[in-house]
């Protein structure tokens, strides 16, 4: 009897290695192929189960850390990697694949050590060229100051430059008089300037950030609609593989006609997340204390609050803003609370061509009654956007870049009092100069 469970032992125990082989393998091969189709959730189930059955296996290994790289979880990755070089220690994919995790965690040395490592042994120039983008920015990374901006020429023709109403008779029967009376087109020449600057400490999830803009509209024929546009914003900027959060002052100056029409102070907030891999989620916040020079009655506190979701699909990108605007002014007809959304999407089409489309909508409610018209003010104004825009130019190491674009925009505002109710054509044309 007893020689009769030693042979079944014989038998069967090379039955049950080789099933749990089989299993094994089917668990690497089904992990490989959801790897392969962009399927990581169920890769890693897989791949972490052929792990579990063979974790010395260098090929297991190797895929679960690219699953897990792609997934986010860089510390995961790179244990997984550093145990397939333990087999084989030349293995220079593997490397490269180590050299790209510390580069994600911020081990920047370390992530150079490996790339040089790998482009010591002459890989295919794809690779090299890939690697060569690695090691710019990790130089990048460690600057301490990091300027960028873009500079814009602008030309519009705008067919209702005063907002003015569809009717010219109000009130029942009376007729408005001069130049806000009726619509007037108008040829606009502007220019845009952005300036930012990013200053680095030692800590490398902290940065400061600074960011000048100005825009000036200069109008062919209504001048006294020449604007002249001062923004600053500057603060602290945390940064990690799951958030960024960035907290910012904020000053404006608005000049109209060379006369001050505005000063402003204020406070902002952005929390930018990723949801998925191809989704980031921003939420902000701001509120600003005017100082209208032009009619004091429009002093006013005012609170945005917005939130700014991102998909991105291949060469699509579909992005949504919802937001609420409340503004309390020292005399409360000009107060108001205001609700919108735009819903933008953009995609990728040839030869550096981008083509884009947005529709969206605003209601704003006044507090106080308008003592012309007896009612307090309710409109809705909605609009329009298409247009395309393409890289004309850039440079040998993509520092700089000039790109046109030309665009449609139409707006619609309804009010129930009929003097803000109005329609807008406006056709623009811009060049934009590029750097980083």
Same mark, same amino acid.
């Not at 091969?29 to 959730?41: C, D, H, M, P, T």
């Not at 040395?109 to 002459?122: D, H, I, M, N, S």
């Not at 000036?216 to 024929?221: G, I, L």
């Given at each position: 009897m007893r020689l009769f469970f030693i042979f079944l032992f014989f038998i069967f125990a090379p039955l049950s290695s080789l099933a749990a082989a089989s299993?094994?393998?089917?668990?690497?091969?089904?992990?490989?192929?959801? $790897?392969?189709?962009?399927?990581?959730?169920?890769?890693?189930? $897989?791949?972490?189960?052929?792990?579990?059955?063979?974790?010395?296996?260098?090929?297991?290994?190797?895929y679960l850390g690219l699953v897990l790289y792609e997934l986010g979880d860089y510390e995961a990755a790179l244990m997984a990697f550093e145990r397939v070089l333990i087999a084989d220690p030349n293995a220079t994919r593997v490397k490269l694949e180590i050299a790209r995790c510390h580069f994600r965690l911020g081990f920047r040395e370390l992530a150079r050590q490996y790339f040089r490592e790998v482009l010591a042994t002459k890989p295919p120039e794809a690779v090299w060229?890939?690697?060569?983008?690695?090691?710019?920015?990790?130089?990048?990374?460690?600057?301490?100051?990091?300027?960028?901006?873009?500079?814009?020429?602008?030309?519009?023709?705008?067919?209702?430059?005063?907002?003015?109403?569809?009717?010219?008779?109000?009130?029942?029967?009376?007729?408005?008089?001069?130049?806000?009376?009726?619509?007037?087109?108008?040829?606009?020449?502007?220019?845009?300037?952005?300036?930012?600057?990013?200053?680095?400490?030692?800590?490398?999830?902290?940065?400061?950030?600074?960011?000048?803009?100005?825009?000036?509209?200069?109008?062919?024929?209504?001048?006294?609609?020449?604007?002249?546009?001062?923004?600053?914003?500057?603060?602290?900027?945390?940064?990690?593989?799951? $958030?960024?959060?960035?907290?910012?002052g904020i000053i404006k100056h608005i000049d109209v006609e060379h006369d001050r029409y505005l000063d402003s102070l204020g406070l902002g907030s952005l929390l930018t997340v990723p949801l998925l891999p191809r989704m980031l989620i921003t939420f902000g916040g701001q509120i600003e204390e005017k100082d209208n020079h032009s009619d004091p009655y429009l002093d006013a506190t005012n609170i945005n609050i917005n939130f700014n979701p991102v998909l991105t699909i291949g060469p699509?990108?579909?992005s949504a803003y919802? $937001?609420?605007?409340?503004?309390?002014?020292?005399?409360?007809?000009?107060?108001?609370?205001?609700?919108?959304?735009i819903l933008s999407y953009e995609r990728l089409m040839f030869l550096d061509t981008t083509?884009?489309?947005?529709?969206?909508?605003?209601?704003?409610?006044?507090?106080?009654?308008?003592?012309?018209?007896?009612?307090?003010?309710?409109?809705?104004?909605?609009?329009?956007?298409?247009?395309?825009?393409?890289?004309?130019?850039?440079?040998?190491?993509?520092?700089?870049n000039l790109s046109g674009q030309l665009s449609y925009t139409y707006l619609d505002s309804d009010s129930n009092i009929s003097l803000y109710t109005y329609r807008k054509n406006l056709v623009s044309l811009g060049l934009t100069l590029g750097f980083f």
């Amino acid at each position: 009897m007893r020689l009769f469970f030693i042979f079944l032992f014989f038998i069967f125990a090379p039955l049950s290695s080789l099933a749990a082989a089989s299993s094994q393998s089917a668990d690497f091969q089904e992990g490989k192929k959801n $790897f392969l189709a962009g399927n990581y959730r169920e890769a890693d189930r $897989f791949l972490s189960a052929a792990f579990r059955n063979d974790p010395a296996n260098p090929d297991i290994n190797f895929y679960l850390g690219l699953v897990l790289y792609e997934l986010g979880d860089y510390e995961a990755a790179l244990m997984a990697f550093e145990r397939v070089l333990i087999a084989d220690p030349n293995a220079t994919r593997v490397k490269l694949e180590i050299a790209r995790c510390h580069f994600r965690l911020g081990f920047r040395e370390l992530a150079r050590q490996y790339f040089r490592e790998v482009l010591a042994t002459k890989p295919p120039e794809a690779v090299w060229r890939n690697i060569e983008h690695y090691m710019t920015a990790i130089d990048e990374m460690e600057k301490r100051h990091l300027f960028s901006g873009s500079f814009s020429l602008g030309l519009s023709l705008d067919d209702n430059v005063y907002l003015s109403p569809v009717s010219d008779i109000v009130l029942g029967g009376i007729q408005l008089t001069g130049a806000t009376a009726k619509p007037r087109d108008d040829e606009i020449f502007s220019t845009t300037t952005v300036i930012n600057h990013v200053y680095r400490p030692n800590t490398p999830a902290y940065t400061w950030k600074t960011a000048f803009t100005n825009y000036n509209a200069f109008y062919e024929t209504w001048h006294d609609l020449d604007v002249y546009y001062y923004e600053m914003k500057s603060g602290p900027v945390w940064k990690t593989d799951r $958030f960024m959060w960035n907290n910012h002052g904020i000053i404006k100056h608005i000049d109209v006609e060379h006369d001050r029409y505005l000063d402003s102070l204020g406070l902002g907030s952005l929390l930018t997340v990723p949801l998925l891999p191809r989704m980031l989620i921003t939420f902000g916040g701001q509120i600003e204390e005017k100082d209208n020079h032009s009619d004091p009655y429009l002093d006013a506190t005012n609170i945005n609050i917005n939130f700014n979701p991102v998909l991105t699909i291949g060469p699509n990108r579909i992005s949504a803003y919802l $937001f609420n605007e409340i503004e309390n002014a020292d005399d409360e007809v000009n107060s108001y609370d205001r609700i919108g959304w735009i819903l933008s999407y953009e995609r990728l089409m040839f030869l550096d061509t981008t083509i884009f489309a947005g529709i969206g909508a605003k209601t704003t409610e006044y507090d106080g009654e308008n003592i012309f018209f007896l009612k307090k003010r309710n409109d809705t104004v909605q609009e329009l956007k298409v247009g395309v825009s393409k890289l004309l130019w850039q440079s040998g190491k993509k520092r700089t870049n000039l790109s046109g674009q030309l665009s449609y925009t139409y707006l619609d505002s309804d009010s129930n009092i009929s003097l803000y109710t109005y329609r807008k054509n406006l056709v623009s044309l811009g060049l934009t100069l590029g750097f980083f």
